[in-house]
């Protein structure tokens, strides 16, 4: 499942974050996320500066793997190099891992296309190194039970290969046109990019984040109608995943964690806000398993009609 929207500051590593814990407190899975961002936000959450700047220096870090395997000089699978999250929630601690992300991402991107272009034009060599890539990231499900990425704004080849990827999406949105726009952009990239699926068919929720609930209960719900109907004006068929997530110091906390190293409970680490991410997680979870059901579900054979009838 991605995190994904090409606008910035939606909120993709938080929710992304908010909801691997929450897999790992209420159902006990074994998740990874895969930091696709060159800002690294997710890495530096989970493993802090001083962790993520050695990874980066041994060349230890998504991009640095995925070119070794892609030049044939990777001596392990992919996953054999996720590390331990280190700042997560103590129900986390034994079940959350990361593949971390490099500010050197673009750079490292050219150097694969680079590899990809001899024979090619650019625009093939992108689709074959974004679909390997993608193919690499599926491999990733033998060994955990969710594979969460956390996609960068806009498109790069290590966020078209998680739409490649991707068995869903979770598009986190603020509650503006704006936002809601980038989603259509989106739209129109999936179905360049795959030809099996739709975004509806991907498609597991939208997350409103960051509503700001202020002038007591009045003002919030006119301000989530207000929302809910700019979303069927822009973007019909985007399914809410609910509760909104409001603005609160917990949640604008997530990405800025103290060193603890998963000493902090769920409970303590969200305050106010567990019990929105639990029930989150939750719908998150009954989407995700009906998304699943659906694409597991044979086609029915035609009909064929009896001669004598």
Not at 35 to 54: P, V, W
Not at 68 to 75: A, I, S, T, V, Y
Not at 121 to 150: K, T
Not at 178 to 196: P, Q, V, W
Request: charged share 25%.
């Amino acid at each position: 499942m991605s995190a994904i929207n090409f606008k910035g500051g939606t909120g993709k590593t938080t929710v992304a974050i908010a909801i691997a814990e929450g897999l790992c407190h209420l159902l006990k899975k074994r998740v990874l996320i895969i930091d696709c961002d060159f800002q690294c936000s997710a890495s530096i959450t989970l493993l802090g500066r001083k962790a993520l700047n050695h990874l980066i220096s041994i060349d230890a870090t998504l991009d640095c793997q995925l070119q070794k395997l892609m030049d044939g000089n990777g001596r392990a699978e992919l996953s054999a190099t996720a590390v331990r999250a280190r700042n997560c929630v103590r129900e986390a601690s034994e079940l959350m891992f990361l593949l971390p992300g490099n500010p050197d991402m673009p750079r490292r991107e050219r150097q694969i296309l680079a590899s990809y272009l001899p024979g090619r034009d650019i625009h093939s060599a992108y689709q074959a190194a974004s679909i390997m890539i993608g193919e690499i990231y599926r491999s990733l499900l033998d060994d955990f039970d969710f594979v969460l990425i956390d996609c960068p704004p806009g498109l790069t080849l290590f966020s078209e290969a998680a739409i490649r990827a991707s068995d869903g999406l979770i598009i986190p949105t603020l509650p503006n046109e704006i936002s809601f726009a980038a989603i259509d952009h989106l739209r129109r990239e999936i179905g360049r990019t795959r030809s099996d699926r739709s975004l509806d068919d991907l498609l597991v929720g939208t997350v409103i984040s960051k509503i700001r609930q202020r002038n007591g209960g009045e003002h919030y719900r006119y301000q989530t109608r207000s929302i809910e109907n700019l979303l069927d004006r822009v973007a019909p068929g985007f399914q809410i995943l609910k509760p909104y997530l409001p603005y609160c110091r917990e949640l604008e906390a997530t990405t800025w964690r103290d060193d603890d190293g998963g000493s902090i409970s769920f409970e303590h680490r969200y305050g106010q806000s567990s019990a929105m991410i639990m029930q989150l997680t939750q719908a998150f979870a009954m989407r995700c398993d009906a998304l699943m059901a659906r694409k597991a579900k044979p086609a029915q054979p035609a009909r064929l009609k009896c001669p004598t009838c």
